[in-house]
């Protein structure tokens, strides 16, 4: 397993141990608040928000950082997750895994990225539950695809975020 899908297992595990579904910038604060509670380990909120790609990063993590974030999840530091997370991919050498992997870094920070632009709170927007049934349809039919068609503005890149949600995460 490379670093880079390390380091976004840690983020995963990271938003779980907070106990957030999805991360917005203010969420930083909180996690590096939660962190020194847990390690006595001070991470800032800065260094948190470039964790989790909010602030531009210009070099790549500090052991210290690392080893926090570890021993915040219940390791006892960066290489002990490391050597356990190698362990569980080498079990499943498997090519599909692998792309589940990186399709789920992917599909993360794409729903971060379409939270955090939304006009209005995420939460606050429709849901859209009617159309929810006729996605189930298409995911347990043999269709090759579907279309979700509307002028711009109307709500469809929003109706995708909360359809992965229910449906994939």
Excluded at 9 to 34: M, Y
Aim: glycine share 4%; charged share 25%.
């Amino acid at each position: 397993m490379n670093t880079n899908e390390l380091l976004s297992q840690l983020r995963r595990f990271v938003l779980i141990k907070s106990g957030l579904r999805n991360i917005d910038p203010a969420h930083c604060k909180t996690i590096s608040e939660l962190i020194f509670k847990e390690t006595k380990n001070y991470v800032s909120e800065t260094t948190v928000k470039r964790f989790f790609g909010f602030a531009q990063t210009l070099h790549k993590f500090s052991l210290f950082t690392l080893n926090s974030l570890s021993q915040y999840i219940g390791f006892s530091d960066w290489e002990s997750f490391c050597k356990e997370k190698e362990n569980e991919t080498t079990d499943v050498d498997d090519v599909w895994q692998n792309l589940k992997i990186r399709a789920q870094a992917i599909t993360d920070t794409s729903l971060i990225a379409k939270k955090n632009s939304s006009g209005v709170p995420f939460d606050a927007t429709s849901k859209r539950n009617f159309l929810y049934s006729d996605f189930d349809y298409f995911l347990k039919n043999d269709y090759q695809f579907t279309t979700i068609s509307a002028q711009p503005g109307q709500g469809k890149s929003i109706l995708l975020a909360h359809l992965v949600e229910h449906f994939f995460l």
